[in-house]
């Protein structure tokens, strides 16, 4: 069975409408979530997130998590960066030190990523662990980090500012 001529227009028409729709609606979408985007992007200076962490014998209240109120900004670059202090060497003394293999069934190779924020007085706050091991490692190793101390804050035009750093944490 053929088509009649009426019935191509009527079917190229209805095609054509729902194409036009699609985009309308796509379009819509697009300029939705970028005005999320721009919105959330503009409610705050630096977002902070950290990761929960849950075991029965760990307070996570102790990774130093606090509110957006407490600081002002928190650079990412600096003309000083934040360090531990003596500098590398004293921190690599340091992980030889107190590093150790938490007791687990098996003991793993790999690294933990924390990132946190030094702040203007040297305390370190907002933990994360940015890519670990697992939750054995990863507690030990923000725990090694919680016990380092404080650290020389970092420096922006002479004046100590508050900065996000990430470490790597090794474990052999």
């Not at 979530?33 to 705050?44: D, H, K, R, Y």
């Not at 900004?73 to 003309?79: G, I, K, Q, R, S």
């Not at 003394?93 to 098996?106: A, C, G, I, M, W």
Request: glycine fraction near 6%.
């Amino acid at each position: 069975m053929k088509a009649s001529h009426k019935e191509l227009k009527a079917y190229q028409k209805l095609k054509i409408r729902n194409i036009i729709v699609k985009l309308r609606i796509t379009w819509k979408a697009s300029l939705v979530g970028l005005a999320f985007l721009a919105l959330n992007a503009c409610s705050q200076k630096t977002p902070i997130w950290h990761k929960r962490v849950k075991n029965n014998d760990y307070d996570p209240a102790s990774l130093g998590v606090f509110n957006k109120a407490e600081f002002n900004t928190v650079y990412l670059t600096v003309e000083e960066q934040a360090y531990y202090p003596g500098g590398l060497r004293a921190w690599q003394d340091y992980l030889k030190r107190e590093l150790h293999h938490p007791n687990t069934e098996s003991q793993k190779q790999g690294a933990v990523f924390i990132s946190f924020i030094v702040t203007t007085q040297g305390e370190l706050k907002n933990m994360r662990v940015t890519r670990g091991i697992n939750q054995a490692y990863d507690l030990a190793a923000i725990k090694l980090l919680q016990e380092s101390g404080n650290w020389i804050p970092a420096k922006q035009q002479g004046q100590t500012v508050n900065s996000k750093l990430q470490i790597r944490i090794s474990y052999n």
